[in-house]
């Protein structure tokens, strides 16, 4: 290897994505597809590789993502405000606004005993959720999206960064062109130097860009799919919640109907409600972990390191390779110094991409398991008013169970 070739490889690393972080942490895996080609040479499989990674998990992507999902909750909240239309829920409503936590479990416990509802448990994860989505997409479009487009609107951002990923990989197939001519000139081989060097440079900086944003953008899309997921298991408790007691609630109402002992069913009931209802109040008081100024503490961390990795790094690599080696002590003690550097950097952003991968996921399995929680509460519920409907109802006849069917919602589900 040539000192040129063991400095370029020393300062700039392996091409493609063959880090540590992204084998252990990231593992991704694409479909391999190569680009529209727009040049005479195929490109290496290393930098096909990065580039589809980069149009997977891209900035515009993640920003509409999170707005999808703010909707969506929206949309959950706007449900469970109509049908709570009281003083009470508007008191509850206040305490959640000033974040005091304490005042807000003490209002969710007024009304999500065995005989109340799951909203307010409900609302107030939507509301964090909603609350950490908002911020996240002003500072990814603050921070983050301006690095490859003035523009704003959806559509436009979209655009800019395919635009801008096109752009590399038209820079890709000019330098692949201009090492084939450069390797069969005659002459004009000094322009042609200088014209790779610059193509070099551009590529260097592009591919560091993008590199970097998808780094980013992968993070918030395994939110995404979380919040995804968590929304889905919601779904039933905020549109429908009499389907959370199953299929064949005509078959259990028919048995129960014969049965002498409810009471004894409805005391069971209560008191596998009552341990769902402790486990549940002692996994609320890890709301702590979801706190918003960590959030924004790492985010801003992470937007520091990346750039440095994307700007800082390259320059002082472009300096470095200028430079000869072993030409002077004093300039080799001082580029190692600049050459750790780097690599702690990196190293150092390696991390604090963790750190938020850790963050973010953490937070969705508090939410996730909240929802199994509220889900086996609401089912006793649903069971517990069956009970009370039928010991209200003394006689049960198949009219009154058809009809019971249709008034309560079971009818559909009722097979």
Not at 140 to 161: A, K, P
Not at 270 to 287: A, G, N, P, T, W
């Amino acid at each position: 290897m040539t000192e040129e070739k063991s400095n370029q490889h020393k300062w700039y690393g392996e091409a493609g994505i063959d880090t540590s972080y992204e084998r252990s942490l990231i593992n991704y895996s694409p479909k391999l597809k190569f680009p529209e080609k727009t040049g005479s040479f195929d490109l290496s499989p290393e930098v096909v590789i990065q580039i589809l990674r980069s149009e997977d998990f891209m900035v515009s992507k993640t920003i509409l993502g999170y707005k999808d999902l703010i909707n969506k909750i929206e949309e959950y909240m706007n449900i469970i405000k109509r049908r709570n239309n009281r003083s009470h829920f508007q008191s509850y409503l206040d305490v959640l606004k000033e974040r005091s936590i304490e005042e807000v479990f003490k209002k969710e416990e007024e009304v999500s005993g065995y005989q109340g509802i799951p909203d307010y448990e409900i609302y107030t994860i939507l509301y964090l959720m909603k609350e950490s989505l908002e911020d996240q997409v002003d500072f990814i479009d603050e921070r983050y999206r301006v690095q490859f487009t003035g523009r704003s609107e959806d559509q436009e951002i979209v655009e800019d960064e395919i635009k801008s990923i096109n752009e590399w990989i038209a820079i890709e197939y000019d330098l692949m062109e201009a090492y084939e001519e450069v390797s069969h000139a005659d002459e004009k081989i000094e322009e042609i130097s200088v014209r790779i060097e610059e193509l070099e440079r551009k590529r260097r900086e592009i591919d560091n860009l993008h590199t970097s944003l998808a780094d980013i953008s992968y993070v918030h899309k395994n939110r995404i799919v979380a919040f995804t997921e968590i929304l889905e298991d919601m779904e039933v408790l905020v549109l429908n919640k009499e389907r959370v007691a199953g299929e064949g609630v005509r078959r259990l109402l028919d048995s129960l109907a014969l049965t002498e002992s409810l009471t004894d069913i409805k005391l069971h009931l209560i008191m596998s409600f009552k341990d769902y209802r402790v486990k549940h109040e002692s996994l609320k008081q890890q709301y702590l972990m979801v706190d918003s100024q960590k959030e924004k503490y790492i985010s801003e961390k992470q937007y520091f390191y990346q750039n440095i990795v994307v700007d800082v790094n390259d320059k002082t690599k472009n300096w470095l390779y200028d430079q000869e080696e072993g030409s002077s002590q004093s300039l080799d003690i001082f580029a190692s110094i600049l050459v750790n550097s780097v690599s702690d950097t990196k190293k150092d952003y390696e991390v604090i991409l963790s750190e938020l991968l850790n963050y973010y996921q953490t937070e969705s399995a508090f939410y996730g398991e909240q929802i199994l929680l509220i889900l086996k509460k609401q089912e006793i519920r649903q069971f517990i008013e069956i009970i009370d409907d039928l010991e209200e109802a003394g006689v049960v006849t198949e009219e009154w169970i058809d009809k019971y069917l249709i008034d309560r919602g079971y009818e559909e589900i009722s097979t």
